[in-house]
């Protein structure tokens, strides 16, 4: 799992980038995402991430997470973590 947080203080530039990382995780706050994706599919993404903010202003953070801590994640007025299901029945 990556946890994917940002700080964007421009509304276009926050708002474009949180539309884009939904296709990629579930947001779990207003500035974060938690995306079950590899290691490799994370690098990948910090690039694309990249075209969306400016440096000089914005800060976003990628923490990868190992799976034995999603099973440590303590939280207060929501589920824990859970990966999402392997598929979906429409």
Not at 66 to 73: H, L, Q, V
Request: aromatic content about 14%; glycine content about 4%; some cysteine.
């Amino acid at each position: 799992m990556v946890i994917v947080v940002y700080d964007i203080p421009d509304d276009k530039r926050r708002t474009k980038l949180s539309n884009f990382l939904e296709g990629y995780g579930r947001r779990v706050q207003f500035s974060v995402f938690e995306c079950f994706i590899s290691l490799e599919e994370m690098r990948q993404l910090h690039q694309k991430v990249k075209k969306f903010v400016l440096p000089t202003e914005d800060n976003v953070r990628f923490y990868w997470m190992f799976a034995e801590a999603m099973s440590m994640t303590l939280t207060i007025g929501s589920e824990k973590p859970a990966p999402p299901p392997n598929f979906y029945v429409i």
